[in-house]
């Protein structure tokens, strides 16, 4: 999924459960918020090179917990909304307890992430949280056609329909700036709707690593760079400015490691983003 990253929490008694969903699985989507202040990823994934270190090792990944969405949303070490995925997305998650009538955990199963809560008073963070938890929604229902808009649904939301516990979450933070879940999947709705108009439009990462006057420059930079085994390319922004820029990656990561690579090489740079 073009948005997540891997941290699977392979020490979770959850992962190793690994319990399949039902067929007609995921039925739907349970967004939850934490309920703590602390919008850092760190504190539930253990992912220390994107994440930062968590020295209490008190996340997601370990023996002692009863619990394990799918994924977390939050802060990465350098203050960015990532998405981590901690279970893969098709195994039944510890997400939202009981109800009256059952539990969306398993039958029917339901795909759960969690937000980071704040201090709930940042508009900037709400707004780059949810909309990252709609972009989300929007690709699992692109992946998984079994999940329908209406059962896009809070936590509060899954207790009304008497499948999970009694919480508030996290309606209490979109009440805070005036939003329902009504808003979110309206969000969500328009995600989907604008990803089926411009198919292939998704992100593109890739690795720049010189800006130069000329052409000529920029294309002699760049076989420095072929040179030492770096595939790119030179990227005309205007008669006076070349770019210099190596990969293409669905995958942040994947241009942070051949960033890393072409650092290595001796070659200095950063990453764009650039629609494919
Ligand atoms: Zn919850």
Redesign the pocket.
Known sequence: MAITFEAFAKNNPCYKAARKMPAESPAGIIV?STGANNPNLKRYVNAPEICGENLYKNYFDRADIEACPHAVIGLDKSGSVRTAQLLPWNICCWG?GGGSKGSYNYSPAYIQFEICEDGLTDNQYFEKAFEQAAQLCAELMKSYPTIKIENVIS?KEAHARGYASN?G?PDHWLAKFGKDMDWFRDLVKAKVQSAAEKPGTAKRYRVQIGAFTNNAGAKNYLAQAKAKGLNGFVIKVSSKLYRVQIGSFSVRENAEKYLAQAKAAGFNGFIVEADA
């Open positions: 939850h939202c936590h919480h979450d």
